[in-house]
């Protein structure tokens, strides 16, 4: 068993604008000792790191109300749901947090994972319920144009890069698998990805990194919910 300490920091002297080192460290270590003796033993260590992490999420929630509306942050917790996995351990060795846009008019999400060597950000839109995926993909069928314009502004691609997520193989039903939007047309999910480095992780100058970021990704929330809340003809679907 590897043995591992960390200096503690009060929470009364932790900068909450910061990743810190010890962090890192501990994540790795809990990859090399997921079980819960383990993490018994250093659960002390454990919730000190995870209250500063939390206070990192605060405020860059705080930042992003600068320029969007954020109804909710959710800090996920360490521990795994196993019961229907193969993967037994109990951990998860890494932190993450989601953050919704306020009420029906503003759509999409963000995301934050802080992992060594893995730490991403991500923005859009994860699993769209059935409604919203047809309304999408009927809004892609009909015109695709605007949205490629702005999926391709060198601003935007520079900092998200292509468009991921999942995808039907060929079309979906009632589509035309010829159609020349089929690309977008097949997605089952609009998400953009940023990673970064541990290294950047660390600097000081990462959360305003994360928020320039997600200040990037705005006109795409723009324009999708303009699609979400809007008919074909432009009519409004809220009441």
Do not use: C
């Not at 999910?189 to 705005?218: C, G, P, Y």
């Amino acid at each position: 068993m590897v043995n591992f300490s960390i200096k503690f920091i009060p929470l009364s002297r932790m900068e909450n604008t910061v990743i810190t080192k010890d962090t890192l460290r501990f994540l790795s270590a809990l990859k090399s000792n997921n079980n819960r003796e383990w993490f018994e033993q250093n659960k002390p260590e454990f919730k000190s790191l995870e209250a500063g992490v939390k206070a990192f999420y605060r405020s860059l929630m705080d930042k992003m109300n600068e320029h969007d509306e954020i109804e909710k942050l959710k800090v996920f917790r360490i521990y795994r749901d196993v019961r229907f996995s193969k993967d037994k351990t109990p951990y998860k060795t890494h932190f993450a947090g989601s953050f919704s846009r306020l009420g029906a008019h503003l759509r999409g999400g963000y995301y934050l994972q802080i992992k060594p060597g893995e730490s991403f950000i991500a923005a859009g839109f994860w699993q769209p319920n059935s409604q919203d995926l047809l309304r999408i993909r009927k809004e892609f069928e009909h015109d695709a144009s605007g949205f490629r314009e702005l999926i391709n502004r060198p601003s935007f691609k520079k900092t998200w890069g292509e468009l991921v997520g999942d995808e039907v193989k060929t079309a979906p039903k009632g589509f035309n698998k010829e159609d020349p939007n089929i690309d977008l047309i097949r997605k089952k999910a609009f998400i953009f990805v940023q990673k970064f480095t541990d290294k950047e992780v660390l600097s000081k100058a990462f959360i305003d990194e994360v928020n320039n970021s997600f200040i990037e990704i705005r006109p795409y929330f723009d324009l999708m919910s303009e699609i979400l809340t809007t008919n074909l003809n432009g009519e409004s679907l809220l009441n």
